[in-house]
């Protein structure tokens, strides 16, 4: 079993900066692919970013790319996802995902976190 704790969530004005994290345990970390997903208010939940076991393959969606950054740290058990130049749209609570194979858009891992709240203000 794989246990994903999030912090790092806000309240933030429109153009400001966050920066999540995810800190897993239970299992080999560096072996896992991870993710992030996002579900606003009366939306489904939507992917955002992910990156694959060694950091080396990076994916996001294209209403984020530019402005996030997903690394991990294996020496950490870590995720973090860099947010720039927020906007209101990113207003969600923000899910770390986690799998042993590679976490597509339209497919997430089994484990999940609990979320984080992040909301951006205009």
């Known amino acids: 079993q794989v246990q994903l704790v999030e912090s790092g969530g806000g309240l933030v004005q429109a153009g400001g900066s966050l920066r999540l994290s995810c800190v897993a345990s239970?299992?080999?970390?560096?072996?896992?692919?991870m993710g992030w997903f996002r579900q606003a208010p009366g939306k489904e939940r939507e992917f955002v970013a992910s990156i694959s076991w060694s950091g080396g393959t990076t994916d996001y969606a294209d209403s984020v790319k530019g402005r996030f950054t997903i690394s991990r740290d294996n020496a950490k058990s870590a995720v973090y996802l860099q947010m720039n130049s927020l906007k209101p749209e990113d207003t969600a609570v923000y899910y770390c995902?986690?799998?042993?194979?590679?976490?597509?858009?339209?497919?997430?891992?089994?484990?999940w976190g609990q979320g984080t709240q992040v909301t951006v203000s205009s």
């Open positions: 239970g299992r080999t970390f560096s072996s896992y692919a």
């Open positions: 995902n986690t799998d042993v194979l590679p976490i597509g858009r339209l497919r997430p891992g089994p484990y």
